[in-house]
């Protein structure tokens, strides 16, 4: 028998799970409480009830499941349905997740209870600090009062999460929240929509060459795919990476397990020129842009990944990684594990290199691993985030 004091402890989801019982593991003996009958449709609350009993078998914690009482819940937050995320209505229920979690607590005798909400940056600590006391008081169990967000706790969450592929929500969890992302997601869609537009009719390059932008995607994707300039190939179909090289590209991705269809509907797919560059000095249809044409087209790229908001970046060829990691960038982060701040925006980055240029690159000496590397790491983004 554990000679630690006995804890319960209430899980949102299993992401923020993950680093609050990585804290309290050495000085409680934690049992988890999946208690959120306010998660809807029934589906995601089923998703997330999985992902939490998946982790407390990883980490090896005993879970209780409270009952999914929506209609409950839905009365105690009636006539507060219209209010913002962080208003009276997330009160009300950190109040109902809690009272649920502390009445637990005293009837099976544990000595503390508390909650993993705090480790979001979205909620008041606050809050959560007085409802607690407040319970603790009223069904005689000690209320923990521990913000998990502290020393990084969020930023842990997130490491940890990714370590053991959890799934991670973009909302809340209750209708008003569910409703309001799908308004923000539809806006999203329809400026993506007007900018798609305006960027088909560019015609910056028209002293040199006869614009027609090839690109391909909308808002909200969780991957982009980069390349140099669309070919020949690229130019009569307007679609990116349609072409041999594009053929190839495909290859890895099913190589990997992931048919070209199923990336393409959930991929912003286009290249750092996006009309066709003409043909080389050799004769052959791997032109890479001119610097004029690679100046006026960088702020489109950025525009394109503002839309996407993408979540793993992948730069195809070294003209593709110069141009948005700088001119040190290239070959040489291939196989490499990037993350970095992009335009504002954090996100994971896998360097290719251009299928049309393969034949040599992987020939040199030392190249094989880096490349084989390079798609197993894009194996393993795509697994965590597609
Ligand atoms: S937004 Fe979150 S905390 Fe607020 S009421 Fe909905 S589920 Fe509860
Ligand atoms: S290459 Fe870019 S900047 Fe130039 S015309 Fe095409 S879309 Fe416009």
């Given at each position: 028998?554990?000679?630690?004091?006995?804890?319960?402890?209430?899980?949102?989801?299993?992401?923020?799970?993950?680093?609050?019982?990585?804290?309290?593991?050495?000085?409680?003996?934690?049992?988890?409480?999946?208690?959120?009958?306010?998660?809807?449709?029934?589906?995601?609350?089923?998703?997330?009830?999985?992902?939490?009993?998946?982790?407390?078998?990883?980490?090896?914690?005993?879970?209780?499941?409270?009952?999914?009482?929506?209609?409950?819940?839905?009365?105690?937050?009636?006539?507060?349905?219209?209010?913002?995320?962080?208003?009276r209505r997330c009160g009300v229920c950190y109040a109902f997740r809690l009272e649920q979690t502390a009445m637990l607590a005293s009837d099976k005798g544990f000595d503390y209870f508390t909650t993993t909400l705090s480790v979001s940056p979205h909620k008041s600590f606050d809050w959560l600090r007085d409802i607690g006391q407040s319970l603790s008081r009223k069904y005689g169990v000690?209320?923990?009062?521990?913000?998990?967000?502290?020393?990084?706790?969020?930023?842990?969450?997130?490491?940890?999460?990714?370590?053991?592929?959890?799934?991670?929500?973009?909302?809340?969890?209750?209708?008003?929240?569910?409703?309001?992302?799908?308004?923000?997601?539809?806006?999203?869609?329809?400026?993506?929509?007007?900018?798609?537009?305006?960027?088909?009719?560019?015609?910056?390059?028209?002293?040199?060459?006869?614009?027609?932008?090839?690109?391909?995607?909308?808002?909200?994707?969780?991957?982009?795919?980069?390349?140099?300039?669309?070919?020949?190939?690229?130019?009569?179909?307007?679609?990116?990476?349609?072409?041999?090289?594009?053929?190839?590209?495909?290859?890895?991705?099913?190589?990997?397990?992931?048919?070209?269809?199923?990336?393409?509907?959930?991929?912003?797919?286009?290249?750092?020129?996006?009309?066709?560059?003409?043909?080389?000095?050799?004769?052959?249809?791997?032109?890479?842009?001119?610097?004029?044409?690679?100046?006026?087209?960088?702020?489109?790229?950025?525009?394109?990944?503002?839309?996407?908001?993408?979540?793993?970046?992948?730069?195809?060829?070294?003209?593709?990684?110069?141009?948005?990691?700088?001119?040190?960038?290239?070959?040489?982060?291939?196989?490499?594990?990037?993350?970095?701040?992009?335009?504002?925006?954090?996100?994971?980055?896998?360097?290719?290199?251009?299928?049309?240029?393969?034949?040599?690159?992987?020939?040199?000496?030392?190249?094989k691993p880096k490349f084989e590397r390079a798609l197993t790491l894009l194996g393993e983004e795509l697994r965590r985030n597609l």
């Open positions: 028998m554990s000679s630690k004091p006995r804890l319960l402890l209430h899980i949102c989801c299993a992401p923020d799970a993950t680093s609050v019982y990585e804290r309290l593991k050495d000085r409680f003996d934690v049992t988890g409480f999946f208690y959120n009958p306010q998660i809807e449709p029934g589906d995601e609350y089923d998703r997330r009830l999985a992902e939490t009993m998946k982790v407390a078998g990883i980490l090896g914690f005993d879970l209780m499941t409270g009952e999914r009482d929506l209609d409950r819940w839905m009365k105690a937050v009636k006539g507060l349905e219209t209010e913002p995320e962080k208003g000690a209320f923990l009062d521990e913000d998990f967000k502290k020393h990084d706790g969020f930023k842990r969450s997130l490491e940890v999460s990714r370590e053991l592929n959890l799934y991670r929500q973009d909302y809340c969890g209750c209708l008003p929240s569910f409703q309001e992302r799908q308004r923000i997601l539809a806006e999203q869609e329809e400026a993506y929509r007007f900018f798609s537009q305006e960027l088909s009719s560019c015609k910056q390059c028209t002293e040199f060459l006869e614009p027609a932008p090839v690109f391909e995607g909308g808002a909200n994707r969780p991957l982009m795919i980069v390349g140099q300039a669309p070919g020949r190939h690229e130019l009569t179909s307007l679609k990116p990476f349609s072409g041999p090289a594009g053929k190839r590209l495909w290859q890895w991705f099913e190589g990997l397990g992931y048919a070209e269809d199923y990336v393409s509907s959930n991929a912003y797919i286009t290249a750092v020129a996006k009309c066709y560059p003409g043909l080389g000095p050799n004769g052959k249809d791997d032109a890479p842009p001119s610097t004029i044409q690679r100046r006026n087209c960088l702020p489109w790229l950025e525009q394109e990944f503002f839309h996407a908001r993408p979540r793993i970046l992948v730069l195809v060829g070294s003209v593709a990684a110069k141009a948005v990691l700088g001119k040190d960038a290239g070959m040489k982060l291939v196989g490499e594990w990037v993350q970095k701040r992009l335009w504002g925006r954090k996100v994971t980055i896998i360097v290719l290199p251009h299928p049309s240029g393969l034949n040599r690159w992987p020939n040199m000496p030392g190249n």
